[in-house]
C-alpha cells in the first residue's frame, strides 16, 4: 500500500499544453510538498501546504499552481508548458512542517517537447 | 543562507569495505538532519532522521551522527553491500523558516 503515490509516474506532452500531476498520502501527514529536480540532482522545494494551507511558495512561475483539496492531497497544476519544465517532479508528506518522517513518492517525469 | 555540502560527490568502493559520507552545513540552527537515498528511476527514501537535540542515530547497518556546533553529520555504512550502490542524499531543516535544504548528494558505487 503507497504511502505517497503520485501520478502519472511519466508524463510526455507538447510545449504550451496545459497538464496537471496528482498527490495522495495516506500517512495522515499534515504537510505535503512539492519538489522538482534539476539537471544537477539538486532537488528545490516548490510549494509546500499544511493541513491545506499554503506554507511555502518559492520562486516559482505563476503558470504552476498547486490545489490542496484535502490534507491527503496536494496537486500540481502546469499551464502553458516550456521547453525549461521538463524534469522530474516529486511530491512529499511529513508529520509537520518541520520535516518530521520525511517521506517522498516516486516522482514524474515530465518531458515536454 | 544555509547552504549544504556534500563530499565527495561520487566514491566508488569494493564490497565488504566500511565508509563515511561527509555533509556539512554552514548555519548551526537546524530543526533536524536526514539522509536519503535515491536510486535511479525510483523516489527518495529516508534512512535517518537526527533531531537537532541528538548526536545520533542508528539503523541496521548505518550510523548518522551530527555535529551541529561544526556543522557536519557523517553517515557510517558497515560492510557494505552491492545494494547499497545509490546516491545518498542530506537535508536540513532550517530552524528558522523550516525549509528543506538539500545537499546535491554523493553517488555510491559498491562493487562486487
Known amino acids: 500500500d503507497t504511502a505517497v503515490s503520485q501520478t502519472p509516474k511519466y508524463l510526455v506532452t507538447q510545449m504550451g499544453n496545459d497538464k496537471s500531476i496528482k498527490c495522495e498520502q495516506n500517512l495522515g501527514h499534515d504537510t505535503m510538498y512539492w519538489y522538482k529536480q534539476d539537471s544537477k540532482k539538486f532537488l528545490k522545494i516548490m510549494f509546500s501546504y499544511n493541513n491545506k494551507e499554503l506554507i511555502i511558495n518559492e520562486t516559482v512561475p505563476n503558470r504552476f499552481s498547486p490545489k490542496s483539496p484535502d490534507k491527503a492531497h496536494l496537486n500540481l497544476h502546469i499551464n502553458s508548458l516550456e521547453l525549461g519544465d521538463s524534469a522530474v517532479y516529486f511530491c512529499?508528506?511529513?508529520?509537520?512542517?518541520?520535516?518530521?518522517?520525511?517521506?517522498f513518492g516516486s516522482g514524474t517525469q515530465l518531458s515536454v517537447l | 543562507k544555509q547552504e549544504v555540502t556534500q563530499i565527495p560527490a561520487a566514491l566508488s568502493v569494493p564490497e565488504g569495505e566500511n565508509l563515511v559520507l561527509n555533509c556539512s552545513f554552514t548555519d548551526s540552527a537546524i530543526y533536524n538532519l536526514q539522509w536519503f537515498r535515491q536510486d535511479p528511476g525510483k523516489g527518495l527514501t529516508s534512512l535517518l532522521l537526527?533531531?537537532?537535540s541528538q548526536r545520533e542515530q542508528t539503523s541496521g547497518r548505518l550510523n548518522a551522527s551530527l555535529d551541529k556546533s561544526s556543522g557536519r553529520s557523517t553517515l557510517y555504512i558497515a560492510a557494505s553491500q552491492p545494494g547499497d550502490s545509490a546516491t545518498y542524499l542530506c537535508a536540513v531543516v532550517d530552524g528558522s523558516n523550516y525549509q528543506l535544504i538539500w545537499g546535491a548528494g554523493t553517488k555510491l558505487i559498491i562493487k562486487p
Open positions: 512529499a508528506s511529513s508529520q509537520d512542517s518541520g520535516g518530521r518522517g520525511l517521506f
Open positions: 537526527i533531531q537537532s
